[in-house]
């Protein structure tokens, strides 16, 4: 059995909060605090201070990863998984526990996070090699390759800080996949880039884990954990809630939210003070509803009946050619169909609230567990929305269409074609006696 190379053993990490005391940040106030100052520091190991608020992102987090294995962290937004990821970079240290990491580690965690604003795409390109602790040498070997990958030729001797935030993304995951790291953390971060691009930059960490290294892949993108990962580590409010194969984690991830069967959810809105469940600096998407024919929202359908699909967004500046994207998948990440709202929406999607309706047509699916993603785009290259997943369904019932027994049948879909039987005299049947 191999050692492995990265190991946690009871990792915790706390961050505290300091909240604004009331009054305007006077004078008075600041000579009152620079008097106070020396007692807080006294108290500080008895009591928390005034003002503050300590929370755990992560607590008694333990795992193991073996070389050469494709790692998935999923959880929802605030589980603690980008902090996890810190903490195996070694940009934070943990509060409690302890982590191991045995290896050349590169990490893409952020856009631009180890590049220098003013130095070069070619520049930060080596100096990044240099951190990982490469060779000149060997930098220059793989130039070419990281160059062509990121796309950005033409403006490789271009300070990056002209760069856009796809051009950023590019030139920063080319750098981290090319130069030989032993281990390749990655962020949510390619939710940047494009449709294309996310799609070679999966091809490019498969082809990574192919040559024995090791992968950590943290995403939204459900799809691509299953399909890129055979394990998977799930947190939830900063715990592994569960930890096995990919697949059975990410069914069990996503039956935990969205919609629950039993409680008939079947909406979700942006909480907490958020007004988007994701944004850009174009668009924001506000949530999601399903409605049943009758109008009530729901999780639970029957074969025969249609499902509306209410999306509700905010257009930040008035768009040209945008358009938002269903993507309907089984809770198993097998594409059932993708649909668009382009030609409804036509070529101006003007500034301010607005609502998009797809309706699935009843007797169309088979009896099973469905997940909606939703993602936005100006085709062919701009990317509005990132991919992701955001509520379940479950088609149910007594029966398939067509079927008039319970049993259960295969396929995603399950259209209700129609049928007829004729009896023929023999005579008359293709191949029978000529008369």
Not at 75 to 97: D, V
Not at 153 to 164: G, M, Q
Not at 279 to 306: I, M, Q, T, W, Y
């Amino acid at each position: 059995m191999h050692k492995p190379v990265i190991r946690a053993e009871r990792v915790s990490k706390r961050f505290r909060i300091r909240t604004a005391q009331g009054g305007s940040g006077t004078l008075r106030d600041t000579l009152c605090a620079a008097a106070a100052a020396p007692f807080r520091r006294r108290s500080r190991g008895r009591h928390q201070a005034p003002g503050s608020e300590a929370i755990w992102a992560l607590r008694g987090v333990s795992f193991a990863v073996e070389p050469g294995e494709v790692i998935g962290v999923v959880g929802s937004n605030g589980s603690g998984k980008s902090t996890l990821l810190k903490i195996l970079s070694r940009i934070t240290p943990p509060t409690e526990g302890r982590v191991v990491v045995t290896g050349r580690v590169a990490s893409l965690l952020e856009v631009g996070t180890g590049f220098h604003q003013e130095l070069t795409g070619r520049e930060n390109l080596y100096l990044n090699g240099a951190i990982l602790g490469m060779r000149q040498r060997e930098i220059r070997s793989k130039e070419d390759a990281i160059v062509a990958f990121a796309e950005v030729e033409r403006f490789i001797d271009t300070p990056v800080k002209r760069y856009s935030s796809g051009m950023y993304l590019r030139l920063a995951f080319a750098v981290a996949a090319h130069l030989d790291p032993d281990i390749l953390l990655v962020d949510e971060v390619l939710a940047v880039g494009d449709a294309a691009f996310q799609s070679k930059c999966l091809g490019k960490m498969d082809e990574v884990a192919h040559e024995g290294r090791t992968v950590l892949f943290v995403s939204h993108n459900m799809g691509a954990v299953r399909s890129l990962c055979k394990r998977a580590v799930w947190l939830d409010r900063g715990e592994v809630r569960q930890q096995g194969g990919s697949a059975r984690v990410v069914s069990d991830y996503l039956a935990s939210y969205g919609a629950h069967d039993s409680a008939g959810v079947g909406s979700v809105f942006a909480q907490d003070g958020n007004a988007f469940l994701a944004e850009s600096e174009d668009l924001g998407l506000c949530g999601l509803r399903l409605l049943g024919p009758n109008g009530r929202v729901r999780a639970v359908f029957e074969p025969h009946e249609a499902i509306h699909v209410e999306i509700y967004y905010q257009a930040k500046r008035p768009l040209h050619g945008a358009r938002l994207n269903l993507w309907l998948t089984t809770s198993e990440g097998e594409l059932a169909f993708l649909a668009t709202d382009q030609a409804a929406r036509g070529e101006l999607t003007p500034a301010g609230p607005g609502r998009s309706l797809c309706v699935i047509p009843g007797g169309l699916l088979n009896r099973r567990r469905y997940v909606i993603g939703i993602d936005g785009d100006i085709p062919p290259t701009r990317e509005l929305l990132p991919r992701r997943e955001y509520l379940c369904f479950t088609v149910a019932g007594a029966g398939n269409h067509g079927s008039v027994i319970s049993e259960d049948w295969p396929g995603v879909v399950c259209p209700a074609a129609t049928w007829s039987v004729d009896q023929m005299p023999a005579a008359n049947a293709p191949g029978g006696p000529e008369r």
